[in-house]
């Protein structure tokens, strides 16, 4: 049950695209079609943000996309706005109702 | 709309225990399985543990099991986490989360979380 790998850090501009990784291994994300993207305001509760690899729930802005190549998720966030400064933390179903989590990844907009 | 509430966190010394709440509105809350996720002071989130709707499949992370038990009241639409043996690596805040309805695997509502703080 080892978290999953993501970058502590990213950064952009205001417009600007950016991509956070999140790498696991075959028995987690490189096994399953179900890696979801939670972003985290500070002292605030995890917001879903994209499920099933790349499916984004109403209301989530289109300028968040997910993807999966092998053992490691992506979640890209383009046009950056200053709002989507928040951490940000990927997981993915382990079988049997277990999952595992990421780091999470602090996004700064600069 | 759906509210999801813990309550229960508080200081606790190691080796103590402490119950963990989540009162749950706005579902039908036997239909869903729930989890615990945990996030230590400045760290990611860590799935505790997840049980059915009915409450007969509950699964724990390695580092709790035995030590936790999740449980749930359909009749009053709460869910538990007993912890025992609390150690000071369990320091964190706790958030309970709602599932969504299988094939689906991920938390669609979450609590605003409950401080554990475990020091002697």
């Known amino acids: 049950q080892s978290a999953l790998t993501q970058p502590r850090s990213v950064s952009g501009s205001p417009g600007q695209s950016v991509t956070i990784s999140c790498t696991g291994t075959s028995n987690d994300v490189g096994r399953y079609n179900y890696v979801s993207w939670y972003q985290q305001y500070p002292g605030k509760a995890p917001k879903l943000m994209i499920h099933d690899v790349n499916e984004r729930p109403s209301g989530v802005p289109d300028r968040f996309s997910g993807s999966k190549s092998g053992n490691t998720a992506s979640l890209t966030i383009s046009g950056l706005q200053t709002e989507d400064e928040a951490h940000y933390h990927c997981?993915?179903?382990?079988?049997?109702?277990?999952?595992?989590f990421g780091g999470g990844t602090n996004l700064t907009v600069l | 709309e759906v509210q999801l509430l813990e309550s229960g966190g508080g200081l606790a010394q190691p080796g103590g225990s402490l119950t963990l709440s989540c009162a749950a509105s706005?579902?039908?809350?036997?239909?869903?399985?729930m989890i615990w996720v945990r996030q230590p002071p400045g760290k990611g989130l860590d799935w505790v543990s997840s049980?059915?709707?009915?409450?007969?499949?509950?699964l724990y992370s390695d580092s709790v099991k035995g030590r936790f038990t999740i449980s749930r009241d359909n009749s009053k639409n709460t869910l538990y986490l007993q912890m025992n043996d609390l150690r000071a690596d369990d320091t964190a805040i706790y958030y309970c989360?709602?599932?969504?309805?299988?094939?689906?695997?991920?938390?669609?509502?979450w609590g605003q979380g409950t401080p554990v703080p475990v020091s002697s």
């Open positions: 997981s993915s179903y382990t079988g049997r109702s277990t999952w595992v």
């Open positions: 989360a709602k599932k969504v309805l299988s094939p689906g695997y991920h938390f669609d509502y």
């Open positions: 706005g579902f039908t809350f036997i239909n869903y399985d």
């Open positions: 049980i059915s709707g009915g409450g007969g499949n509950k």
